[in-house]
Structure formats: structure tokens, C-alpha cells
T-cell receptor
């Protein structure tokens, strides 16, 4: 079975500060990994995905994520956060099933 | 913009009533998915269709839930005899193809409140 853990329920950062959201996955083989963002009243939007190759993945809106097999992690980063980045962030893993399993999400709060 | 649309966006109903939600996927997408999202949780898979065929159902999909995609285009999700535990956001997503790498595009969701 596949699973995802997002250990931080809330993260608060100041505008302009760097950001790292943690994601740990469980899957026996090579996982397909995703980060989605959900703003209030909106559907989920894909930020980036990892399937194979370069373990540092670039996404939209200036986000990147690094796949570390040894740590079963896929942390999301952004060097400088903007107030518009305040949202809910979900990590997801797709293993043997074509259906992704989502983490519980991390709520990002951005202080001016 | 021809993204995934869902109707209604909000639904308030009394316990025991039936409700139906509609999802219109992106037109060229052959796969359609339904998820449920409760407060403080990520989306949980309910069921998916490839064209008009319903290929997989989650254990979360009790016999009070039924989904259809009659012509391989829009889909409906019906909940019969609603219970307070059915209160959640119901999300629809679509994709072109069914590989693990295929991006799912999500609609804005239908928020159900059962009183």
C-alpha cells in the first residue's frame, strides 16, 4: 500500500522568506510523486511532479522539489514566498495503482 | 476557459434526502475521477471512469453512493439517504489517458452540508 505523510499541519512564514514543506511517502518501488496547491474556493492545481531522472524538479510559480529515495522524502521549496502563495499544499504518491494517494495537507500562512 | 466544472458549488440538504452532483470534464479527457475531501484532510478517491465504464470503486463508496457517466462525457454522483457524515467537499478530476504520470485536472468542488 502507498501512503503519504505531511508532518506539518500549518507553516507560517514572512513574505520574502524561504519555504520548505515536508513530505514523506511510503511505497516499495519507484513512486510517482506530486505536489498540488489548493486555494480557497478553488480546485487543486498541479505544481510539479516527479517520475524519474533528475531528482530536483522544477515546477510552476517558482516552486521546486527534491526527491530523496534514501529518506523517502519529496520536500517542496521556494526561495522567496509571496503573499499569494498562502494556500493549502498537498503531496501525493502514485504507486502500483494509477490513483494517487494524498497527504492531509499543509496550510501555508504568509505574514506581510 | 474549458477546465473541469462542477455543479452545484454548494448544497445544503437535510439528513435522509437524496442529492446529485454533476461534473463536466475537459472535453478531450477520457478519464474522470471522483474524490471526497473532509475538513483538514486530503482528497480521498471514490471512483473513476474510463469513457463510460466505471473501472474502480473505493471501499468509501457505500451502496448509498452511485456514479454514472452515461455518454463518456459528463458524470453524476448521487448520494441517497444522506447522513451527516456525508458532509464534505466532493471533487471531480479528469485526465487524458490513465498512466500514473497523467496529470489530473481538478474542478472547484461541490461542498455538501447535511443538516
Amino acid at each position: 500500500a502507498q501512503s503519504v505523510t505531511q508532518p506539518d499541519i500549518h507553516i507560517t512564514v514572512s513574505e520574502g522568506a524561504s519555504l520548505e514543506l515536508r513530505c514523506n511517502y511510503s511505497y516499495g518501488a519507484t513512486p510517482y510523486l506530486f505536489w498540488y496547491v489548493q486555494s480557497p474556493g478553488q480546485g487543486l492545481q498541479l505544481l510539479l511532479k516527479y517520475f524519474s531522472g533528475d531528482t530536483l524538479v522544477q515546477g510552476i510559480k517558482g516552486f521546486e522539489a527534491e526527491f530523496k529515495r534514501s529518506q523517502s522524502s519529496f520536500n517542496l521549496r521556494k526561495p522567496s514566498v509571496h503573499w499569494s502563495d498562502a494556500a493549502e499544499y498537498f503531496c501525493a504518491v502514485s504507486g502500483g495503482s494509477y490513483i494517487p494517494t494524498f497527504g492531509r495537507g499543509t496550510s501555508l500562512i504568509v505574514h506581510p | 476557459d474549458t477546465g473541469v466544472s462542477q455543479d452545484p458549488r454548494h448544497k445544503i440538504t437535510k439528513r435522509g434526502q437524496n442529492v446529485t452532483f454533476r461534473c463536466d470534464p475537459i472535453s478531450e479527457h477520457n478519464r474522470l475521477y471522483w474524490y471526497r475531501q473532509t475538513l483538514g484532510q486530503g482528497p480521498e478517491f471514490l471512483t473513476y471512469f474510463q469513457n463510460e465504464a466505471q473501472l474502480e470503486k473505493s471501499r468509501l463508496l457505500s451502496d448509498r453512493f452511485s456514479a454514472e457517466r452515461p455518454k463518456g462525457s459528463f458524470s453524476t454522483l448521487e448520494i441517497q439517504r444522506t447522513e451527516q457524515g456525508d458532509s464534505a467537499m466532493y471533487l471531480c478530476a479528469s485526465s487524458y489517458g490513465g498512466g500514473r504520470e497523467n496529470e489530473q485536472f481538478f474542478g472547484p468542488g461541490t461542498r455538501l452540508t447535511v443538516l
